[in-house]
């Protein structure tokens, strides 16, 4: 039998998880946990085997940084990183942090259970692209990567000056991409566009 963690601030989902995996007969769920913070006192106990991490948690804690920490500890135990948000950066970050696998919260009970057992046979399960969102007039996989580490940068309410010496690049550049979000999403100014990527979770500032 494999022992499960599930790390989930949302009981409803913690729940609907635990019984998809439990009626395979492979798995019993041992803890259900609300916080990544516990996370790794959890593991510590030697009961787990794999982790399923949510990427936001309860007090703000964050379960990419708490994956990281529990692959340094104990590079055993299997993790897969989930979230429900199209947040571009996560992707990256659940790989740096040693994570095994990565899905989203709105794939299907078999898919679900699929990445589970793949992962638990040593495959690492990463989806392709993010969920694409509508901001302003065009889907978000129309912006490139550097539009968006802008548009989160803006989100963190950071000027031109600070975005340019952060990317290397100079005030110019940072206006011609700024120019080019506008254009690209139609919206009047940057204050409103960045209210929508962050209302659409496209870009989290504090992750």
Same mark, same amino acid.
């Given at each position: ?8 601030? *949302? ?6 998880? +635990?019984? *998809?995996?439990?009626?395979?007969? =492979?798995?019993?769920? !041992? ?5 990544? /913070?516990?996370?790794?006192? $959890? ?10 991490? #949510?990427?936001?948690? /309860?007090?703000?804690? *964050? ?26 950066? %996560?992707?990256?970050?659940? =790989? +740096? ?11 299907? +009970?078999?898919? %679900?259970?699929? $990445?589970?057992?793949? !992962? ?11 969920? +694409? ?11 490139? =990567? ?8 803006? /989100? ?19 206006? %011609? ?21 962050? #209302?659409? =979770? ?6």
């Amino acid at each position: 039998m494999i022992n499960v963690l599930i790390v989930e601030d *949302s009981i409803i989902v913690a729940k609907g998880l +635990q019984e *998809s995996l439990e009626k395979t007969y =492979r798995y019993q769920v !041992t803890a259900l946990i609300e916080n990544a /913070a516990n996370a790794e006192i $959890i593991c510590m106990g030697g009961n787990v085997d794999l982790v399923l991490m #949510d990427i936001c948690t /309860a007090d703000d804690e *964050s379960g990419i940084t708490a994956a990281a920490s529990i692959k340094k500890h104990y590079p055993e135990i299997k993790i897969i990183m989930m979230t429900s948000m199209p947040e571009y950066s %996560f992707l990256e970050k659940a =790989r +740096q942090a040693g994570a095994d696998s990565f899905l989203y919260k709105q794939i299907g +009970q078999s898919e %679900f259970q699929d $990445i589970v057992n793949r !992962t638990m046979h040593g495959e690492h399960i990463y989806p392709d692209e993010t969920p +694409q969102v509508m901001i302003g007039n065009i889907p978000s996989t129309v912006l490139t =990567r550097r539009e968006l580490e802008v548009l989160r940068m803006l /989100a963190n309410g950071d000027k031109y000056e600070e975005i340019a010496e952060r990317l290397s690049i100079s005030v110019n550049t940072v206006k %011609f991409h700024v120019k080019n979000l506008l254009a690209k999403t139609g919206f009047r100014n940057t204050l409103q566009m960045v209210v929508e990527a962050v #209302d659409k =979770r496209l870009v989290l500032p504090k992750y």
